[in-house]
């Protein structure tokens, strides 16, 4: 199985708040992970990459920050969101013939 | 100009037409390229893959490739009003290190 969970599905914040987005993956072992974020009216904006626990690479200069504590465990956080934060976060993995995705979690900061 | 660029649409055809997406990238060393197909509020699904330039089908779709223009399309048979959804374009920038970069979507109506 190479399914990929993603909680929660949905989530409203205050500015100002905190966040952890968690996402897990099972089947192969330290597979590259990946979070992306999807804006209104933009594409689909890779945020941070990881190839092995402990190993995080930022793609765009932001609020936020990424974690990989276990092999199969990959975290999203902000220590205080802004509006722009809201999007839909995606968390993925290579699969057969590309990406493969989780469900997604729906942010909404206000 | 974008990575990858598509034409947001919407793109609306009658139920049993055939419905042609249509992608642009700018990087010319682009290897891997994908289209994904993502109803509202969803996740993306993979739907195609191509590596080479030609044509490649897959049931109702056919992915053809064009290095030579960076171009990408994709081509749905016998569109039916279920294939209504944000077609993304995704490219793999080959960097050593697989990364994809998407387009921004072409919505796609079918009516019945």
């Known amino acids: 199985s190479q399914t990929i969970h993603q909680w929660p599905a949905t989530l409203v914040q205050p500015v100002g708040s905190p966040l952890s987005l968690e996402c897990t993956v099972e089947?192969?072992?330290?597979?590259?992970l990946y979070w992306y974020r999807q804006a209104a009216g933009r594409g689909l904006q890779l945020l941070f990459y990881?190839?092995?626990?402990?190993?995080i690479s930022s793609e765009v200069p932001q609020n936020l920050s990424a974690s990989r504590p276990q092999d199969r465990q990959f975290i999203l956080s902000s220590k205080k969101l802004l509006l722009s934060d809201s999007g839909f976060y995606l968390c993925?993995?290579?699969?057969?013939?590309?990406?493969?995705f989780g469900s997604g979690t729906r942010l909404t900061v206000v | 100009q974008k990575e990858v660029e598509q034409n947001s649409g919407p793109l609306s055809v009658p139920e049993g037409a055939i419905a042609s997406l249509n992608c642009t990238y700018s990087?010319?060393?682009?290897?891997?390229f994908f289209w994904y197909r993502q109803y509202s509020g969803k996740s993306p699904e993979l739907i195609m893959s191509?590596?080479?330039?030609g044509d490649k089908e897959d049931g109702r779709f056919t992915a053809q490739l064009n290095k030579a223009s960076q171009y990408v399309s994709l081509l749905i048979r016998d569109s039916q009003p279920s294939d209504s959804a944000t077609y993304l374009c995704?490219?793999?920038?080959?960097?050593?290190?697989?990364?994809?970069?998407f387009g921004t979507g072409t919505r796609l109506l079918v009516s019945p």
């Open positions: 993925a993995r290579p699969g057969a013939g590309g990406y493969t």
């Open positions: 990087d010319r060393g682009s290897q891997s």
């Open positions: 990881s190839v092995g626990i402990g190993q």
């Open positions: 191509i590596y080479s330039n």
């Open positions: 089947g192969t072992s330290n597979p590259n």
């Open positions: 995704a490219v793999n920038r080959n960097t050593g290190f697989q990364k994809l970069v």
